[in-house]
């Protein structure tokens, strides 16, 4: 399995953008797709983005197409979420998650999990 550190979370205004970043170990980080979830407090975690081995196919929530971009570089073993014009219903707790299968929006089929860090925007 792999080891995920998510960082880059904070306090924000609507309008305003965050970068959220994922730190992999493990020497077989290509082998796995990655993925963006969020839980929002008393709701279900849900899908916001993933990204295959290479990273040349991704696959985005509606509520976040067009505002949000996930990316990687298997180099560095990194993942990232570039969020911009965010706004108050953004607010959660971010994980970063890999698995072997790509594809899915299900968070039940994603074996390895980061820790989660606080996105707040404000309005």
């Known amino acids: 399995q792999v080891q995920l550190v998510e960082s880059g979370g904070g306090l924000v205004q609507a309008g305003g953008s965050l970068r959220l970043s994922c730190a992999a170990s493990?020497?077989?980080?290509?082998?796995?797709?990655m993925g963006w979830f969020r839980q929002a407090p008393g709701k279900e975690r849900e899908f916001v983005a993933t990204?295959?081995?290479?990273?040349?196919?991704?696959y985005y929530a509606d509520s976040v197409k067009g505002r949000f971009t996930i990316s990687r570089d298997n180099a560095k073993k990194m993942v990232y979420l570039q969020m911009n014009s965010l706004k108050p219903e953004d607010t959660a707790v971010y994980y970063c998650a890999a698995d072997q299968a790509f594809g899915s929006r299900d968070y039940r089929k994603f074996a390895s999990w980061g820790q989660g860090t606080q996105v707040t925007v404000s309005s």
């Open positions: 990204i295959s081995w290479s990273g040349s196919t991704t």
């Open positions: 493990g020497r077989t980080f290509s082998n796995y797709a």
